[in-house]
């Protein structure tokens, strides 16, 4: 059996707990196929995912509400093999990295990270994942009877609804104390669609020169086209923008269906967290910037310029 453990967020399932769906089922029969959800108040969130998967199971625990990578580890190992698993799918988000790794060790199980394709090779999985700043594509194997499989954010299309539905299991497991303590959390605020599920994305850079600048242009924009704002590392290095709209390498890795790049000359360590994008749009006043090298459209010009006109054009 292939167990999904998902994700879930405001009482739904994240967009890429859909996209690691699609992912299991290319290695498995649906009916071989079960999603966990592990967490509190999980009602509305197992029902969406009695749509899309005929095995739902359920650990809805109060100690489970805020994630735990100690005790996600311990919950998710013990009913993998509760269940006989022999592949366990799950994003590639922040929680997933930090968790998956731990599971395997449990469960003494290959890891396979950060894929971006999926197939079986007889006993054996096979997925390709991105390393050098992703100008490399490996292709990696399960060597171990037993796979975790963590699934890179946009690299799979999103599960569609399944007209059956699906049965919900709950599951009783013994969990001990954990060792960290969250003594606080403080969400970013954002008045636009989150930046790793957004279809568009309208990211500034240094061109865009002043954090009014970055308002007026950038922002403005996104707000025209209802799309998530991103920035470059040295936006955010200056204090520009907030860390969790950087792009990048050391950010978030994005691939909207359409990226606008507004004064960003394109740093690799930028176009590492971008250019997988399904297309993309550059606008600098440099003609030998990098940006264009990936760009499917490019505006040669100054963003405080180019950009006001486009708004012209939109209202």
Not at 22 to 38: C, G, I, Q, T
Request: charge should be neutral; glycine fraction near 8%; hydrophobic fraction near 45%.
């Amino acid at each position: 059996m292939i167990v999904i453990v998902g994700e879930v967020i405001n009482g739904k399932l994240t967009r890429a707990t859909l996209e690691s769906i699609s992912a299991a089922l290319l290695l498995s029969p649906r009916a071989d196929v079960a999603l966990l959800l592990l967490g509190a108040v999980l009602l509305s969130a197992a029902n969406e995912a009695a749509r899309l998967v005929p095995q739902v199971l359920v650990v809805d625990r109060s100690e489970l509400a805020t994630f735990d990578p100690v005790l996600w580890s311990v919950a998710v190992s013990e009913i993998a093999t509760q269940a006989e698993a022999t592949c366990l799918v799950l994003p590639a988000t922040r929680a997933g990295r930090e968790y998956s790794p731990r599971v395997a060790v449990r469960l003494g199980a290959s890891l396979l990270e950060d894929v971006v394709s999926l197939k079986l090779s007889g006993d054996r999985v096979q997925g390709e994942r991105y390393s050098h700043l992703a100008r490399v594509r490996e292709c990696i194997e399960s060597q171990r009877p037993i796979a975790v499989i963590t699934t890179k954010p946009g690299a799979f299309p999103m599960a569609d609804v399944n007209q059956a539905s699906g049965e919900q299991f709950d599951v009783s497991l013994m969990l001990s104390g954990s060792r960290v303590r969250i003594t606080g959390r403080v969400q970013e605020r954002t008045s636009g669609p989150a930046l790793s599920e957004a279809k568009i994305v309208v990211s500034g850079g240094r061109g865009v020169g002043s954090p009014d600048g970055f308002k007026n242009c950038v922002e403005s924009l996104a707000g025209r086209l209802g799309a998530a704002v991103g920035a470059t590392r040295a936006v955010v290095d200056a204090g520009w923008r907030p860390y969790a709209e950087q792009v990048g390498q050391t950010g978030k890795t994005v691939q909207p269906l359409l990226y606008v790049a507004v004064g960003i000359s394109g740093a690799v360590q930028h176009l590492s967290g971008m250019n997988k994008s399904r297309f993309i749009v550059a606008i600098n006043p440099d003609a030998d910037a990098p940006i264009f090298r990936v760009a499917d459209f490019g505006i040669l010009g100054d963003a405080l310029r180019v950009v006001p006109a486009i708004l012209d054009k939109l209202n």
